[in-house]
């Protein structure tokens, strides 16, 4: 695991690159939990955590502390924010198999680069696309069993289920592009 320095006129924000979906904070999924992650080549991708703490062997050596799942990735999505709902989890450290076939992705969970390094995550504040503050108003209810092809409204927009779940808070439809499409 590793993390990059940057200079003043850069400014963390608490947005996943290229979404809207913004982090709350890094409390761990549990094994069965549904999470998603991005990826520089093949873009939003979900599954569930299948083992915790485990370890896998690369060509290069053993890693250990990883979290495995059932998320698929592919070359150049290491490095990848992985997430559950609002909650980051960690990032993308390599798998098998790939997102046409399926496949195993393991993961370096986050809190421990935090600890490791003394590092803060951030989650408020900066600028970034997503709903505002207050009640956005639509059909759409945490805690809620939604099957694909349901369709619901969140501020002011139509979005239509594209894999079943039970809703969380922080996955609101706007949040999580790999569960729902705007219509």
């Known amino acids: ?5 940057t200079n003043s006129s850069w400014t963390a924000t608490p947005y996943v690159n290229g979404s809207s979906v913004q982090v709350a904070g890094s409390t761990r999924a549990t094994v069965g939990a ?9 873009g939003w991708h979900c599954g569930t955590v299948q083992q915790l703490d485990t ?9 250990s502390g990883v979290t495995r799942t059932s998320v698929c990735a592919e070359p ?4 990848g924010s992985f997430l559950s ?10 798998g098998s198999g790939g997102c046409t076939s399926g496949g195993t992705t393991f993961f370096q969970p986050v809190n421990p680069i935090l600890q490791n390094y003394g590092l803060t995550l951030t989650t408020t504040g900066g600028p970034g696309p997503g709903p505002g503050p207050g009640d956005p108003g639509g059909t759409w ?3 809620t069993v939604y099957q694909a092809g349901d369709t619901v409204t969140y501020g002011g927009a139509t979005y239509r ?11 609101e439809p706007p949040n999580v592009p790999a569960l729902w499409q705007r219509l």
């Open 1 to 5: 695991m590793s993390w990059v320095a």
């Open 34 to 42: 549904s999470v998603c992650r991005s990826g520089s080549t093949t």
């Open 55 to 63: 370890s896998v062997t690369y060509q290069e050596g053993t890693v």
């Open 76 to 79: 150049g999505d290491s490095g």
């Open 85 to 94: 709902g609002s909650q980051a989890q960690g990032v993308t450290s390599g």
């Open 141 to 143: 209810s945490a805690g």
């Open 161 to 171: 289920c594209l894999q079943g779940h039970q809703a969380q808070p922080g996955w």
